[in-house]
């Protein structure tokens, strides 16, 4: 085959690059892109995983977070409590690398993870309402524990599948409630922010004589905020951090008030014991721990919503896991238990459904749910109304589900928006104290109240002194009337009657 000839053009093409190399090796260009190239390029990262990266700072450590202004503190009420908090936080911070590591598989030590002075009082406290007989503390049968004047109420039903569920009250006529809602109202003096960020999850104390919210936040914080506490240097407020993540559970059983359970998204769950000044690691999971319950008259087993979709049942008494269910296919985001026949459960999911169950059966690969409320979207909370007859669910889809009748049937859907920001907790509606009243927070800075009977908005509570969109809430077990709301800044409004 004959050499191609090169034309004129590419010869002179040649030559000019030629010229341009030899140019360049004058100058050095090339060594020095080099170097340049070598120095610029970036490393490559790791992705980053949140179960076992314990030592990532969370945002709130960033003291830019803790605003200074008037307008962004608020009103008055919610600066009332920013002294005491913005200390507790600045210790935490200082302290963020030192002593102890959330992560550590076993217990850690109460001072170690306190971001106050003393909490000499606090645990005083707990330990004083340990011993105190409560109101309502005995046991419940399987069947309920309707009083023999009240068995003429109240009538024996079987939910769908022919398992029994006990006794429930007649539904009454009308729906009259002893509790005027329109009368609680929100004092100066029960306002205060008792820890920094969004606040997961809030508690009462269930104590008849004692007024103490317990709070989880986003970053790991447990916080107690005794309202009954004496003028001091914590102002009743105190907070601990044995936790690594947001906080997805809260438990204190009436039988035993000296050991507060807590659950984290960081796949631990830990009982702060205030006889052993510890924070004792009840379990340990690679799976994140997404809620957290007890049984009314069962102090010795927590129930909890581990990894997509399971259930798993920890003993105290043998210190493992002696049942697992998987009654969804996704994350359930709570568990409550009727207050009839503890062995029947209700779960939320993000599924889109909320589901009855009961704890009895058998076959735990075909654990088939006794009645399934669905909804449109993720279903953030499901809870059971005090008379155990009827069922609250709050969705993403903006409605509240109000589930009653003898199997549960009769399922209404009221609109609601329950779309709050990325940066604000879901709203979950919860019941009052009785069946006649659903609480739950809208994005106007009020709380709504639902009439189940109604099945519509009836009311909303307004105060001049929230200043913040309250978005979990919980109801007094004993002290009716008392109603706590926390929002995504921390902090907590009390309302009460009169």
Not at 279 to 301: G, H, I, M, P, R
Request: proline share 4%; net charge neutral.
């Amino acid at each position: 085959m004959a050499t191609q000839k090169i034309t004129d053009y590419e010869r002179k093409r040649l030559e000019n690059i030629r010229r341009n190399e030899e140019l360049m090796a004058s100058l050095k260009l090339q060594s020095m892109a080099t170097q340049l190239s070598a120095s610029t390029k970036r490393p490559r990262i790791e992705p980053k995983s949140y179960k076992v990266n314990s030592e990532k700072k969370p945002k709130t450590q960033d003291p830019t977070v803790i605003r200074r202004s008037l307008r962004s503190r608020g009103l008055p009420p919610d600066a009332k409590g920013l002294g005491a908090i913005d200390s507790m936080l600045k210790t935490t911070l200082e302290s963020m690398d030192r002593k102890c590591d959330l992560r550590k598989l076993g217990p850690i030590s109460r001072r170690d993870v306190y971001s106050g002075v003393s909490d000499r009082e606090l645990i005083e406290t707990i330990l004083g309402v340990e011993n105190k007989p409560q109101l309502g503390s005995e046991v419940k049968s399987e069947f309920g524990d309707c009083k023999e004047e009240e068995e003429k109420s109240c009538v024996a039903f079987t939910l769908v599948g022919g398992i029994g569920c006990g006794l429930v009250k007649k539904e009454e006529d009308g729906g009259e409630s002893d509790v005027k809602v329109e009368e609680l109202s929100l004092k100066e003096e029960n306002v205060a922010r008792v820890v920094p960020g969004n606040v997961m999850n809030v508690r009462f104390f269930p104590s008849c004589s004692l007024r103490m919210v317990v709070v989880g936040n986003k970053v790991g914080n447990v916080g107690f905020w005794n309202m009954d506490s004496k003028e001091g240097e914590e102002n009743g407020i105190y907070m601990y951090r044995p936790h690594s993540g947001p906080i997805s559970g809260i438990s204190i059983h009436q039988d035993s008030m000296s050991k507060i359970f807590s659950s984290c998204y960081d796949g631990f769950i830990r009982s702060m014991d205030a006889e052993k000044e510890v924070f004792d690691l009840v379990y340990a999971s690679d799976e994140t721990v997404y809620a957290l319950a007890q049984q009314s008259n069962n102090a010795k087993c927590l129930y909890f919503a581990e990894g997509r979709g399971g259930i798993s049942m920890w003993d105290e008494r043998t210190g493992n896991i002696s049942a697992q269910w998987s009654p969804h296919d996704d994350r359930i985001n709570s568990i409550d238990f009727n207050s009839l026949n503890s062995n029947i459960i209700t779960t939320s999911s993000t599924d889109g459904t909320a589901c009855i169950w009961d704890l009895r059966s058998n076959d735990a690969d075909k654990f088939k749910s006794l009645k399934t409320i669905g909804h449109k979207r993720a279903v953030h909370s499901a809870y059971f109304s005090p008379s155990g007859r009827s069922l609250v669910t709050t969705s993403l889809d903006d409605t509240v589900g109000i589930s009653s009748g003898v199997n549960f049937e009769d399922i209404s859907m009221i609109h609601h928006n329950n779309n709050t920001s990325r940066w604000i907790p879901k709203f979950k509606a919860i019941w009052g104290w009785d069946d006649a009243h659903v609480f739950v927070g809208n994005k106007n800075r009020g709380v709504d109240v639902i009439s189940p009977f109604q099945r519509t908005k009836i009311f909303t509570l307004n105060s001049p002194y929230v200043s913040a969109i309250p978005c979990r809430f919980a109801a007094h077990p004993y002290n009716v009337g008392m109603l706590a709301g926390a929002t995504g800044g921390g902090q907590v409004y009390v309302w009460t009657l009169g």
